[in-house]
């Protein structure tokens, strides 16, 4: 069974960071594409960070360019987002989600497998 558990969610000052994981079981995280998506209560999903399975590239939202990093760590099987410099507007429940395909796309529908979500939220 093909799964993706995300964690490290919590509340943080603004200002502070958190480390976001995204583990798979039961398929290779590093043959897939893998999206974080995050949905801020009354608005829809929205994709924030994008790693794709071909070179490894990476493709970030404008509102957190510079703050946030996407990486892969292939022998845990497992896709980090690192979030700095966390501002309120970043407070949402943040999902990844895979696709068996080499490129990035920022759409939902593009995914056929998601993690459950985890809360952030920023908070003073």
């Known amino acids: 069974q093909l799964q993706l558990v995300e964690s490290g969610g919590g509340a943080v000052q603004p200002g502070g960071s958190l480390r976001l994981s995204c583990a798979g079981s039961?398929?290779?995280?590093?043959?897939?594409?893998i999206g974080w998506f995050r949905q801020a209560p009354g608005k829809e999903r929205e994709g924030v960070v994008c790693?794709?399975?071909?070179?490894?590239?990476?493709y970030y939202v404008d509102s957190v360019k510079g703050r946030f990093t996407v990486s892969r760590d292939n022998a845990k099987n497992t896709v980090y987002l690192q979030m700095s410099s966390l501002k309120l507007e970043d407070t949402a429940v943040y999902y990844c989600?895979?696709?068996?395909?080499?490129?990035?796309?920022?759409?939902?529908?593009?995914?056929?497998?998601w993690g459950q979500g985890t809360q952030v939220t920023v908070s003073s």
């Open positions: 790693i794709n399975s071909g070179d490894s590239s990476t």
């Open positions: 039961g398929f290779s995280l590093n043959y897939y594409t």
């Open positions: 989600a895979a696709v068996d395909y080499y490129y990035c796309l920022n759409v939902t529908t593009y995914f056929d497998y």
